[in-house]
């Protein structure tokens, strides 16, 4: 058996369709987009283009969509930018508890050294957030509201237009992280209602290095970076053109393949769930049946530890996560479990399985077939493992 890649959620292979795309622009058509010659007018027409393949697939305007280095930045532009816009005159913040450390740490910081107030949004044990829930937290001093679309963790898919609804009754502009969900399943800011929307591109078999931000027209945030007038100012420096032309490039298959990739994955995740509880006793799922991701499977093996499990699968051959990529080698449970107050000896024994489009029913049966050696010998030698 070839080895199984199944940390789709971490990263993903670059397409070959989208190097392809990208392949000129890191060979002879190298222009800067904002030179007024030959070259950078080449430059500016893969990137203007880029921008409205982008926006059309998101249902934006091509002005409310600019360029980032990824997710991450996105966020905390996002973050950090609406804040230091409304400081003085709202400085409240809420963002969902199980959200990405790009926005967890850029708002804990602007609680901690700013002097913001700092509201965490709560999960339930399926790592869904209410309406009722914002509508007890959000004030009329809120600024922003942040809850993650499709978690990285868990998969939970967020009813994002009911919760930004909420925010907007208070006139609390909405971000929503779509860094895990764009591309997997549909993604409209107009339909969402969202003010702020993050996407990036290797999570979809496009570059690292390229990512999005979605700003609705009309509203104003402070830039994070000073320098140029790259991207309306809200990110200046030079251009990646590749990388925006393999993220459009990238966005643009995953779209046309989405509704079929759906179907696939949900298949075959549903075929591994039933297979995994059946073969394995005391599971626990940790990610939903319903509204999630498809390919992201989520589920403690109660007895064992998540990092035994995931370098005992690797030397099996199989790649798979014990969490969120970003945070791998941390010795505490995850906080998306822990906000879905799933007791920490369950946590520590989570792991991620994240599909993709090389997936296969064949790899799926080749897991299933050495994962329960290897749960059987790890709570063997568990001090706190108790057989039923």
Known sequence: MEPIYLDHNATTP????????????????FGNASSVHQWGRDAKVALENSREMIA?????????????????????????????RFKGSKKHLIVGAAEHHAV??????????????LDLLPVDNEGFSSDD???????????????????????AIQNIAGLSEVAHQKSALFHTDAVQSIGKVKVDVVEMDVDLLSLTGHKIYGPKGCGGLFVREGIKIAPLFYGGSHEKKRRPGTENIAGAVGLARALEIAEQCREEDFK???????????????????????????????????????????????????????????GSACTSGAVEP?????????????????????????????????????????VERLREMSPIYNRK
Do not use: W
């Open 14 to 29: 670059v397409d070959s369709r989208v190097v392809e795309a990208m392949l000129p622009y890191l060979g002879e058509q």
């Open 56 to 84: 059309s697939i998101i249902n934006c305007k091509p002005q409310e969509l600019f360029f980032t280095s990824g997710g991450t930045e996105s966020d905390n532009i996002a973050i950090l930018g609406t804040a230091t």
């Open 104 to 117: 967890l740490e850029p708002a804990e910081h602007l609680a901690e050294q700013e002097g913001f107030d």
């Open 133 to 155: 829930q914002l509508a007890a937290l959000v004030r009329d001093d809120t600024c922003l509201v942040s809850v993650m679309h499709g978690n990285n963790e868990s998969g």
């Open 264 to 322: 696939r994955l949900s298949q075959l995740a549903d075929y591994f769930i039933d297979q995994l509880t059946e073969k394995i006793e005391d599971v626990r799922m940790n990610s939903p049946r319903k509204n999630r991701i498809p390919q992201t499977i989520n589920f403690s093996l109660i007895g064992t530890e998540g990092e035994s499990l995931v370098l005992s699968l690797d030397l099996k051959g199989v790649a798979v996560s014990s």
């Open 334 to 374: 995850s906080h998306v479990l822990t906000a879905m107050k799933i007791p920490a000896v369950e946590a520590q024994g989570a792991i991620r399985v994240s599909m993709g489009r090389s997936t296969n029913k064949d790899q799926i049966d080749y897991l299933l077939k050495e994962l329960p050696p290897i």
